[in-house]
T-cell receptor
Framework: AQTVTQSQPEMSVQEAETVTLSCTYD???????LFWYKQPPSRQMILVIR??????QNATENRFSVNFQKAAKSFSLKISDSQLGDAAMYFC?????????FGAGTRLTVKP | EPEVTQTPSHQVTQMGQEVILRCVPI?????FYWYRQILGQKVEFLVS????????KSEIFDDQFSVERPDGSNFTLKIRSTKLEDSAMYFC???????????FGPGTRLTVT
């Protein structure tokens, strides 16, 4: 079974600084997709960034980028120039043929 | 931009009662999902639905749960006899196809008293 592990329950970053959130996953599939979702206090699930496993190039989306290490099954999220609005729960997710599997989440606090 | 909608935003019900949570997926999407998030915990998969039938379900999705797409637009989750532990946020999601990300609705907060 596919599992997604986020080893950092909580992280903190100073405004304008950079923070990296870790995620590892376990799968025997070769074709899959990885995602980072942001969940603010409203509890809406907002897609931050996605990565296709067949692509070697790391995905970037403005201040958000990933470090995808397929062999190591690692998929970390880097947030540059952190803003107060980035404070939220961040969930790493894996999707292969069907449903999406989520990690336990990392709560990110941004200090002014 | 099209979005997934869910109603109601908050439902309070008594233990043993039936509830129906409603979702309107994005119109050209083909796959539909229900997820559950107990407060403070991770998002858990419940069921996926494609071509008018369940394609996959988790161990959480027991006989108390059912899904339906009665009219080609709404996608519903029914809990037949609610238990206290069913209290959670329920998210609906839809996706155009396999290679696309899932779009989540805003969720329905279910409180069972």
């Amino acid at each position: 079974a596919q599992t997604v592990t986020q080893s950092q329950p909580e992280m903190s970053v100073q405004e304008a600084e950079t923070v990296t959130l870790s995620c590892t996953y376990d799968t025997s599939e070769s074709d899959y997709y990885l995602f980072w979702y942001k969940q603010p206090p409203s509890r809406q699930m907002i897609l931050v960034i996605r990565q296709e496993a067949y692509k070697q190039q790391n995905a970037t989306e403005n201040r958000f980028s990933v470090n995808f290490q397929k062999a190591a099954k690692s998929f970390s999220l880097k947030i540059s120039d952190s803003q107060l609005g980035d404070a939220a729960m961040y969930f790493c997710a894996y999707r292969s043929a069907g449903d999406m599997r989520f990690g336990a989440g990392t709560r990110l606090t941004v200090k002014p | 931009e099209p979005e997934v909608t869910q109603t109601p935003s908050h439902q309070v019900t008594q233990m043993g009662q039936e509830v129906i949570l409603r979702c309107v997926p994005i119109s050209n999407h083909l796959y539909f999902y229900w997820y559950r998030q107990i407060l403070g915990q991770k998002v858990e998969f419940l069921v996926s639905f494609y071509n008018n039938e369940i394609s996959e379900k988790s161990e959480i999705f027991d006989d108390q749960f059912s899904v339906e797409r009665p009219d080609g637009s709404n996608f519903t989750l029914k809990i037949r006899s609610t238990k206290l532990e069913d209290s959670a946020m329920y998210f609906c999601a839809s996706v155009k196809g396999f290679s696309y990300e899932q779009y989540f609705g805003p969720g329905t907060r279910l409180t069972v008293t």
